[in-house]
Every structure is written in structure tokens, then in C-alpha cells.
């Protein structure tokens, strides 16, 4: 699947094994928030568990992986996430990144009411975005081990 400049691509143990070491710092704060502390693992049970996801590429570079969980196997409640490499915060990456994520909301949200998750306080990139998507904060947050993380949410359009 491609959208213009952004490639995408499944989610395999390959591309979460070279995803690791290229996360952004607030992105590997949150999965270890969130997570059990094995990355590797979390990511792949993430990716899993998932009923979509994929792997985002620009110019052959690895730039995010992302995807929705739904809260059960019938639910349609789903928690969207995302894990950012450090290449997102190149402006002309950033630029493509926010042009094409539209249609990947709708995607994402095409079997479910409601999208909701948490984000952390820190992460002001992931912050305006989610809110630029129309994703709402409710000033709703949970505190994990000194971090805050902001719950955000989105309901969707009539479940097909």
C-alpha cells in the first residue's frame, strides 16, 4: 500500500527488530510505560493483537509503526497506537508524515465507534497531531511511575 511519498508495509519481527533502536526517546518511554519492559516482545504481541497494522517507510527509511487494537475480540472500541522513529523529527518527513495521516484515521477506525489511548504528558509531537487527526483530551490522565499520560479519544463514523 502506498499514499504518495509514505510507503507502507506489514508489521513483521524484522522491521519491529529494526524499529527498536531507531524509536524516538518518548516513544521508548511510553512503551515502557505501557508495556512490560521487553520491548521487543511487547511490540510483537502489540502488532499481533492488532486487526491492522503496518509499518510506515519514506525514502526507504523506517519511520513508524502504528496500528489499532480492538478491546475484544467482538468490540468496537479500539485503541489506536503508534511507535515514531527518530527520523519524524526531520521537518520534511514530519511534513509528508502529517499530509497522508488522514486517510490512515479512517482506516484504522473503519470497524470501530470510538478510537481512545493515552499518550504521554512529554510527548507534545504526538500531542498536536493526535489533536491536528481530531482525536479530543478530555483532561483525563494516569500516572506511571512519575509520567503522566493523557487520554485521548475519537469517535468514529458509522461502523460499516
Known amino acids: 500500500m502506498t499514499c504518495r511519498s509514505v510507503v507502507l508495509e506489514?508489521?513483521?519481527?524484522?522491521?519491529?527488530?529494526?524499529?527498536?533502536p531507531r524509536l524516538r526517546p518518548v516513544d521508548r518511554l511510553e512503551l515502557d510505560l505501557m508495556g512490560t519492559g521487553e520491548a521487543e516482545r511487547d511490540l510483537e504481541r502489540l502488532a499481533g493483537q492488532s486487526r491492522r497494522s503496518m509499518a510506515a517507510y519514506m525514502s526507504g527509511e523506517l519511520v513508524c509503526i502504528f496500528g489499532i487494537k480492538a478491546m475484544g475480540i467482538l468490540s468496537d472500541v479500539g485503541?489506536?497506537?503508534?511507535m515514531m522513529t527518530r527520523q519524524v523529527d526531520r521537518p520534511e518527513v514530519?511534513?509528508?508524515?502529517?499530509?497522508?495521516s488522514g486517510p490512515v484515521?479512517?482506516?484504522?477506525?473503519q470497524d470501530v465507534r470510538r478510537m481512545w489511548?493515552?499518550?504521554?504528558?512529554?510527548?507534545?509531537?504526538?500531542?498536536?497531531?493526535?489533536?491536528?487527526?481530531?482525536?479530543?483530551?478530555?483532561?483525563?490522565?494516569?500516572?506511571?511511575q512519575g509520567h503522566r499520560l493523557l487520554h485521548f479519544e475519537m469517535e468514529t463514523k458509522d461502523v460499516r
Open 10 to 20: 506489514p508489521v513483521t519481527r524484522a522491521v519491529i527488530a529494526d524499529l527498536i
Open 79 to 82: 485503541c489506536p497506537w503508534a
Open 94 to 100: 514530519r511534513r509528508a508524515f502529517i499530509a497522508n
Open 105 to 109: 484515521v479512517d482506516w484504522l477506525g
Open 117 to 144: 489511548n493515552l499518550v504521554a504528558e512529554e510527548n507534545t509531537t504526538a500531542i498536536r497531531w493526535l489533536k491536528w487527526l481530531g482525536f479530543r483530551f478530555d483532561g483525563r490522565a494516569v500516572t506511571v
